[in-house]
Protein backbone atom coordinates (compact mmCIF):
# COMPACT_ATOMS: atom_id res chain seq x y z
CA UNK A 1 0.00 0.00 0.00
CA UNK A 2 1.61 3.20 -1.02
CA UNK A 3 1.83 5.65 1.75
CA UNK A 4 -0.65 8.36 2.56
CA UNK A 5 -0.10 11.95 0.78
CA UNK A 6 -1.28 15.02 3.00
CA UNK A 7 -4.17 17.10 2.00
CA UNK A 8 -4.62 19.30 4.92
CA UNK A 9 -1.67 19.65 7.79
CA UNK A 10 -2.70 19.65 11.25
CA UNK A 11 -2.50 23.46 11.76
CA UNK A 12 -4.86 24.08 8.89
CA UNK A 13 -6.81 21.75 10.61
CA UNK A 14 -6.26 23.52 14.15
CA UNK A 15 -6.81 26.64 13.37
CA UNK A 16 -10.06 25.63 10.90
CA UNK A 17 -11.50 24.30 13.98
CA UNK A 18 -10.89 27.35 15.89
CA UNK A 19 -12.89 29.81 13.25
CA UNK A 20 -15.30 26.93 13.14
CA UNK A 21 -16.29 27.33 17.22
CA UNK A 22 -16.17 30.86 16.83
CA UNK A 23 -18.81 30.90 14.22
CA UNK A 24 -20.36 28.11 16.27
CA UNK A 25 -20.13 30.16 19.72
CA UNK A 26 -21.93 33.34 17.54
CA UNK A 27 -24.78 31.09 16.60
CA UNK A 28 -25.57 29.70 20.13
CA UNK A 29 -24.50 32.33 21.94
CA UNK A 30 -28.33 32.65 23.47
CA UNK A 31 -29.20 28.75 23.40
CA UNK A 32 -30.40 27.02 26.28
CA UNK A 33 -29.21 23.70 25.44
CA UNK A 34 -27.24 23.13 22.63
CA UNK A 35 -26.36 19.07 22.30
CA UNK A 36 -23.32 18.38 19.83
CA UNK A 37 -24.07 14.94 18.22
CA UNK A 38 -20.92 13.32 17.01
CA UNK A 39 -21.12 10.66 14.37
CA UNK A 40 -19.06 7.64 15.10
CA UNK A 41 -16.60 6.63 14.52
CA UNK A 42 -14.96 9.39 12.24
CA UNK A 43 -15.76 12.37 13.86
CA UNK A 44 -14.90 12.00 17.27
CA UNK A 45 -11.06 13.56 17.08
CA UNK A 46 -13.31 16.28 15.37
CA UNK A 47 -15.87 16.47 17.71
CA UNK A 48 -13.51 16.55 20.34
CA UNK A 49 -11.33 19.92 19.30
CA UNK A 50 -14.61 21.27 18.48
CA UNK A 51 -16.28 20.91 21.76
CA UNK A 52 -12.92 22.30 23.73
CA UNK A 53 -13.08 25.30 21.28
CA UNK A 54 -16.65 26.30 21.94
CA UNK A 55 -17.48 28.37 24.51
CA UNK A 56 -21.26 28.15 24.85
CA UNK A 57 -22.37 25.63 27.26
CA UNK A 58 -23.10 22.29 25.42
CA UNK A 59 -23.47 18.48 25.93
CA UNK A 60 -22.72 15.78 23.66
CA UNK A 61 -23.86 12.84 22.62
CA UNK A 62 -23.23 10.45 20.24
CA UNK A 63 -24.96 8.37 17.33
CA UNK A 64 -23.76 5.88 14.91
CA UNK A 65 -25.05 4.51 11.70
CA UNK A 66 -23.51 2.03 8.90
CA UNK A 67 -23.15 3.57 5.62
CA UNK A 68 -19.80 2.65 4.50
CA UNK A 69 -18.15 -0.59 3.90
CA UNK A 70 -14.05 -0.70 3.38
CA UNK A 71 -14.26 0.57 -0.07
CA UNK A 72 -17.53 2.84 -0.88
CA UNK A 73 -20.59 4.93 0.21
CA UNK A 74 -23.31 2.96 -0.16
CA UNK A 75 -25.07 4.66 -3.46
CA UNK A 76 -28.55 3.71 -3.36
CA UNK A 77 -28.39 5.28 0.01
CA UNK A 78 -28.68 2.89 2.27
CA UNK A 79 -28.27 3.87 6.10
CA UNK A 80 -28.66 1.91 9.58
CA UNK A 81 -29.06 3.28 12.66
CA UNK A 82 -26.80 0.98 14.61
CA UNK A 83 -26.03 3.31 18.04
CA UNK A 84 -28.71 5.96 18.97
CA UNK A 85 -27.91 9.08 21.18
CA UNK A 86 -29.07 8.33 24.84
CA UNK A 87 -31.05 11.60 25.90
CA UNK A 88 -33.74 12.95 24.33
CA UNK A 89 -33.17 16.03 22.31
CA UNK A 90 -36.52 17.57 22.35
CA UNK A 91 -36.47 21.48 22.41
CA UNK A 92 -32.84 21.62 22.47
CA UNK A 93 -30.39 23.12 19.67
CA UNK A 94 -29.49 20.30 18.10
CA UNK A 95 -25.66 20.40 15.90
CA UNK A 96 -25.07 17.18 14.09
CA UNK A 97 -21.10 16.87 13.83
CA UNK A 98 -19.80 15.15 10.81
CA UNK A 99 -16.31 13.65 9.93
CA UNK A 100 -17.08 13.84 6.12
CA UNK A 101 -20.23 14.61 3.78
CA UNK A 102 -19.76 12.96 0.21
CA UNK A 103 -22.98 11.72 -1.01
CA UNK A 104 -25.53 13.07 1.32
CA UNK A 105 -27.45 10.18 2.06
CA UNK A 106 -26.16 9.49 6.09
CA UNK A 107 -26.56 13.64 6.62
CA UNK A 108 -30.12 13.46 5.03
CA UNK A 109 -31.14 10.46 7.19
CA UNK A 110 -29.68 11.54 10.45
CA UNK A 111 -31.66 15.05 9.48
CA UNK A 112 -34.96 13.25 9.21
CA UNK A 113 -34.26 11.44 12.23
CA UNK A 114 -33.76 14.44 14.36
CA UNK A 115 -36.46 16.61 12.94
CA UNK A 116 -38.97 14.35 13.80
CA UNK A 117 -38.01 14.30 17.24
CA UNK A 118 -38.74 17.47 17.92
CA UNK A 119 -35.68 20.01 18.63
CA UNK A 120 -35.60 23.87 18.98
CA UNK A 121 -33.07 23.65 16.35
CA UNK A 122 -30.85 21.66 14.12
CA UNK A 123 -27.96 22.35 12.15
CA UNK A 124 -24.87 20.28 10.27
CA UNK A 125 -21.06 20.75 10.80
CA UNK A 126 -19.07 18.94 8.73
CA UNK A 127 -15.01 18.61 8.82
CA UNK A 128 -15.04 17.99 5.28
CA UNK A 129 -17.15 18.07 2.20
CA UNK A 130 -16.72 16.29 -0.87
CA UNK A 131 -18.94 18.32 -3.45
CA UNK A 132 -18.48 16.23 -6.08
CA UNK A 133 -19.82 12.71 -4.67
CA UNK A 134 -23.33 15.00 -3.68
CA UNK A 135 -25.86 12.79 -4.90
CA UNK A 136 -28.88 14.26 -2.28
CA UNK A 137 -29.75 18.07 -1.77
CA UNK A 138 -29.27 18.85 2.27
CA UNK A 139 -27.67 21.86 3.70
CA UNK A 140 -24.52 22.42 5.06
CA UNK A 141 -24.33 24.94 8.08
CA UNK A 142 -20.58 24.25 8.75
CA UNK A 143 -17.72 23.43 6.25
CA UNK A 144 -14.08 23.55 7.79
CA UNK A 145 -13.42 22.12 4.41
CA UNK A 146 -14.46 21.11 0.65
CA UNK A 147 -11.98 18.13 -0.82
CA UNK A 148 -11.75 16.63 -4.53
CA UNK A 149 -12.95 12.74 -4.55
CA UNK A 150 -10.05 11.08 -3.31
CA UNK A 151 -10.38 8.42 -0.39
CA UNK A 152 -8.90 10.42 2.83
CA UNK A 153 -8.04 9.22 6.23
CA UNK A 154 -6.43 10.73 9.13
CA UNK A 155 -7.81 13.06 11.84
CA UNK A 156 -10.58 10.08 12.52
CA UNK A 157 -11.10 8.88 9.34
CA UNK A 158 -10.03 5.76 8.74
CA UNK A 159 -9.35 2.96 5.37
CA UNK A 160 -10.37 -1.01 7.00
CA UNK A 161 -10.13 0.88 10.51
CA UNK A 162 -6.57 2.23 9.57
CA UNK A 163 -4.83 5.49 9.73
CA UNK A 164 -7.89 7.06 11.77
CA UNK A 165 -5.17 8.35 14.36
CA UNK A 166 -3.04 10.37 11.86
CA UNK A 167 -2.96 14.03 13.16
CA UNK A 168 -3.38 15.15 9.48
CA UNK A 169 -5.46 14.45 6.73
CA UNK A 170 -4.66 12.47 4.02
CA UNK A 171 -5.60 10.98 0.60
CA UNK A 172 -4.60 7.38 -0.17
CA UNK A 173 -4.89 5.18 -3.55
CA UNK A 174 -8.07 3.67 -4.77
CA UNK A 175 -7.50 0.52 -2.77
Known sequence: MEQPRELLSAQEIAKRVASLATE???????????VLVGVLKGSFIFLSDLARA????????????????DKESDE???????????HDIANADV?????IVDTGHTLLYLTRLFEARGPRSLRTCTLLHKPARKRVENGL???GFEIPDVWVVGYG?????????LPNICSIPPQ
Do not use: C, N, W
Not at 25 to 34: A, G, P
Not at 76 to 86: P, Y
Open 54 to 69: LTVPHRIEFIAVSSYG
Open 157 to 165: LDFAERHRT
Open 95 to 99: LIVED
Open 76 to 86: AGRVKLVMDVR
Open 141 to 143: DYV
Open 24 to 34: IDQQYVSSREL
